[in-house]
């Protein structure tokens, strides 16, 4: 019954910036960390940003996105947000919301408990 369901994907120009949400149902939200991971075909799936469901919400980076990413929650609203900027056609792939009831948030994409479907993010070159 658990839904994580990503929204907010498309196409974008490089050195654009698109914003993606993640809807958390089935589960309390602030008792989860959440991340974003992507995966690009014939590539593994990669951590791309998390944010645990500690107070103040400590978050991390893959170094490819740091500085140009950023994550939020709002748990008022089970919702977690990925704001990308300067964005490189290397980020076209499948972006996919995680929850992780451990509440650290990760870089290991192993240790997550659900998964929403993704939502592709196209940019061109």
């Known amino acids: 019954q658990v839904q994580l369901v990503e929204s907010g994907g498309g196409l974008v120009q490089a050195g654009g910036s698109l914003g993606l949400s993640c809807a958390a149902s089935g589960l309390t939200f602030r008792r989860y960390a959440m991340g974003w991971f992507r995966q690009a075909p014939g590539k593994e799936r990669e951590f791309v940003a998390a944010?645990?469901?500690?107070?103040?919400?400590?978050?991390a980076y893959a170094d490819s996105v740091k500085g140009r990413f950023t994550i939020s929650r709002d748990n008022a609203k089970n919702t977690v947000s990925l704001q990308m900027k300067s964005l490189k056609p290397e980020d076209t792939a499948i972006y996919y919301c995680?929850?992780?009831?451990?509440?650290?948030?990760?870089?290991?994409?192993?240790?997550?408990?659900?998964w929403g479907q993704g939502t592709q993010v196209t940019v061109s070159s």
């Open positions: 995680a929850a992780d009831r451990s509440g650290a948030g990760t870089r290991s994409a192993r240790e997550y408990d659900y």
């Open positions: 944010i645990s469901s500690w107070s103040g919400g400590n978050t």
